[in-house]
């Protein structure tokens, strides 16, 4: 299929509850060109290859194995087996909106750009507690509004040129690798952040059109949440640690660093001035205002959706997004190996 346009490129890894929708959305393209769809399975236990390997007798896709696990060595492994002129990614828990390619390929049209994506939509039948998880990871106080740049968790309606846009809903040129090179394999999260930086260090674009569309399931508890919120959060420090603080396209990434340097300092003069009923004054009235904020911006949340347990849910899924990131960033910072 050396003729292919595009290859579809999905790294996975136990992802049998999701793959076979994500699967047969690529077949179901209005896209009237050639296209691969290849899927590198990162040594999956739940039997996820096994039922790959069933679809197999349905779909023709490549099929290949990850034996490194981790998704930047299963990307990578794609890459070197696609043969289109673009390279598009999706992750084996979303699934493509059926004019997802002719989309991807009427931005690249009318557009001077290296890489488009869209966003990362929410399904209809997630449950609850999925659905409260993606609806509250778009307020300003979960993703850094205006700014961060990064289109990841963002609800954009406009198009426009942007700094990140995440795997899941992703397709470059295939020269832009030759040019910057693949994903970075020491990364177990942020890899696609990683890459948007050296896309952009090398003067490429990236755009962003809602036009393109995947949707995408979010995590289904609130403990695998926070674990992947604390490693993103050291993804961002693994960044800065590789490339310096050019490598992070907005520093609202570092704010909890910026916040411990400020209490740490607020504690010493406290401490050599004898100020500390100051001190533990100023302390109770940022508590105080922080949770002013949180319960201001949870009811917010649940009025804008119309959603009465948004309320409780944002009340506890905030300050939970708050507490993994800065620890994952402070772990991150004192650690010499991250991962």
């Known amino acids: 299929m050396s003729e292919a346009e595009f290859s579809i490129v999905i790294a996975v890894r136990n992802e049998k509850e999701y793959i076979e929708k994500c699967i047969k959305s690529l077949f179901n393209q209005d896209f009237d060109g050639k296209y691969e769809v290849i899927v590198v399975d990162g040594m999956s236990n739940d039997g996820t290859y096994e039922l790959l390997q069933e679809l197999q007798r349905k779909y023709n896709f490549v099929l290949l194995r990850n034996p490194k696990i981790n998704a930047a060595a299963g990307r990578n492994v794609g890459i070197k087996h696609a043969k289109g002129k673009f390279i598009a990614f999706i992750d084996g828990d979303a699934y493509a909106h059926k004019d997802w390619l002719s989309s991807i390929k009427k931005v690249f049209e009318r557009v001077d750009t290296h890489g488009v994506g869209g966003p990362d939509l929410l399904p209809e039948d997630a449950s609850f507690k999925s659905r409260a998880i993606g ?13 961060n740049p990064s289109t990841q968790h963002a609800m954009m309606e406009e198009e426009r040129f942007v700094d990140h846009i995440p795997t899941c809903n992703l ?5 832009i690798f030759d040019k910057v090179g693949l994903f970075d394999e020491s990364f177990v999260k942020g890899q696609d952040l990683e890459l948007s930086y050296r896309i952009r260090k090398a003067g490429y674009k990236l755009f962003y059109s809602p036009s393109v569309k995947v949707v995408h399931y979010r995590k289904q508890d609130f403990r695998s949440f926070a674990r992947q919120i604390y490693k993103w959060a050291k993804a961002k420090v ?9 490598g992070i396209t907005s520093h609202i990434y570092l704010w909890p660093v910026y916040g411990l340097i400020a209490l740490l300092l607020l504690v010493s003069i406290s401490l050599l001035f004898n100020l500390m009923r100051l001190f533990s004054l100023l302390l109770f009235l940022g508590l105080v205002s922080y949770l002013f904020v949180i319960l201001f911006e949870s009811a917010r949340i649940a009025k804008e959706y119309k959603e009465k347990k948004l309320f409780l849910y944002s009340l506890f899924l ?17 650690r010499k190996k991250i991962w």
């Not at 609806?135 to 700014?147: C, E, I, K, N, W």
């Not at 905030?318 to 004192?334: D, E, N």
């Open 135 to 147: 609806l509250v990871m778009t307020s300003p106080l979960a993703r850094g509004g205006r700014f």
């Open 171 to 175: 397709c470059l040129r295939r020269e």
């Open 238 to 246: 693994a960044i800065v640690k590789k490339h310096g603080l050019h």
């Open 318 to 334: 905030l300050p939970t997004i708050h507490i993994s990131y800065a620890y994952g960033v402070m772990v991150a910072i004192i």
